[in-house]
């Protein structure tokens, strides 16, 4: 104990490069950490965003292009699909249920999709969770609109409040329906995926804020009123992708490869299983890359720290000859030396840990609106603690190095005064 009471001492003494050492390890320790983390939570937050769907069915593109637009809203469909075509498909007799979805439009930042009731019947979450409302209801008028946890509490709206959807994508979108304004039916319980940063409204509403407008813009001198609008037939003639829940998971296979193979239009059936399995593989050799980066750079910080320590030993003979003179012996000296390592490295992991979870309360938000990804803020896993410890560890090793230097220095020398 006395001699770790030295050795706390002794760095107070130095507290300025000490402190600078400390930074430079917890800088590298929250970024090892933060890749750790974000790898986990990416995979998790992906995984829990969909269940119970057997199949997602889109314009031929890719798996994982189909997958990211349709359930992550991230990217753009090349193409759409002919409503005809969807209904051929629903009415095959080994689908149970379908939920089309439309995609193009926002509402200040965040998307708007188009569907019908069956989407909060059917849409499953995690473990098979259905979606909930902690107030209103499911869409009934084609201006209703029910809004994910996200868009109501960051944007403030309640339950009967008009919002304008915008034509396009974009915090501001490209033009703005602001002459068919949606009322806000219902709000959706938090569920920790994209449908938490999603405009729900029904297909007729999209077709709805269409009616007037051509190739992206508003006809000139054409306008319809709302109540026009409610009796005219709004059945649209394409969707963006749909949903597919089976009778039978063994029909699975058999009805992807009829869908690959229809002849109506190229379209694409994917299985959400695989399709995530091919994004974690596309982004395997990134995942790689960026824990190697991180190590190097906790390595980088633990360098720093053994380089200071080795440099300060000159400037240290006299202290040290000074402690050997009073009674201290040489295993106290390397001791002394080896335990400043170790509380610095010491320091600097908790410091990078503070900094990991002061990182992740300012991300979160910005993760989630952008990404539709939840950033978990619970402690940390095992395998944290492990590597952890793996770093103080090879912290306190790295501290025998100039240990056994000090060690070697002589009485003598360390007492001999230089002019």
Same mark, same amino acid.
């Given at each position: ?93 080994? !689908? ?14 965040? %998307? ?11 849409? %499953? ?39 304008? !959807? ?166 106290? *000296? ?56 793996? *770093?103080?560890? !090879? ?25």
């Amino acid at each position: 104990m006395a001699i770790l009471g030295l050795a706390f001492k002794s760095l107070l003494n130095r507290r300025v490069t000490v402190g600078l050492t400390v930074f430079a390890i917890g800088v590298s320790v929250m970024l090892v950490l933060g890749v750790e983390r974000l790898r986990h939570d990416a995979k998790a937050s992906f995984a829990n965003t969909i269940s119970g769907t057997d199949l997602i069915v889109g314009a031929r593109s890719g798996s994982v292009q189909l997958l990211l637009y349709s359930v992550f809203r991230i990217g753009n469909a090349t193409n759409n699909i002919s409503l005809q075509s969807y209904k051929d498909i629903a009415s095959r007799k080994e !689908v149970a249920w379908t939920i089309p979805l439309s995609l193009g439009d926002s509402h200040r930042g965040y %998307r708007v999709m188009g569907t019908t009731s069956d989407y909060f019947k059917h849409y %499953r979450y995690g473990n098979g969770k259905l979606l909930a409302f902690v107030g209103g209801k499911p869409f009934e008028d084609v201006f209703d609109a029910v809004l994910g946890a996200d868009v109501a509490k960051t944007l403030g709206y309640k339950r009967g409040d008009h919002i304008v !959807v915008a034509h396009g994508l974009g915090a501001e979108g490209f033009s703005k329906h602001d002459d068919k304004p949606f009322v806000v039916k219902g709000i959706l319980e938090k569920t920790g995926t994209p449908v938490d940063h999603t405009v729900h409204v029904s297909l007729a509403g999209i077709e709805a804020i269409h009616i007037d407008w051509k190739g992206g813009a508003r006809v000139p001198g054409m306008a319809v009123g709302t109540e026009r609008i409610r009796q005219m037939n709004l059945q649209p003639k394409s969707i963006t992708a749909f949903l597919i829940g089976l009778k039978s998971r063994l029909a699975a296979f058999r009805l992807q490869r009829a869908i690959n193979d229809y002849k109506r239009e190229p379209l694409l059936a994917a299985l959400p299983g695989v399709a995530l399995q091919e994004l974690w593989d596309l982004m395997g050799t990134a995942e790689t890359a960026l824990a190697a980066i991180s190590l190097f750079v906790v390595a980088a910080g633990l360098l720093g720290m053994l380089t200071m320590l080795l440099s300060g030993l000159n400037e240290r003979r006299r202290e040290i000859a000074i402690l050997r003179a009073v009674g201290a012996r040489l295993h106290h *000296i390397f001791g002394m030396l080896v335990l400043e390592a170790g509380l610095i490295a010491l320091a600097g992991a908790l410091l990078g840990l503070a900094l990991l979870y002061i990182g992740l309360l300012i991300a979160e938000p910005f993760a989630a609106a952008e990404f539709g990804l939840t950033l978990g803020l619970g402690l940390p896993s095992m395998r944290d603690l492990a590597l952890l410890g793996l *770093i103080v560890a !090879v912290g306190t090793i790295a501290g025998a190095i100039p240990a056994a230097r000090a060690y070697r220095q002589s009485l003598a020398d360390g007492m001999m005064v230089r002019v």
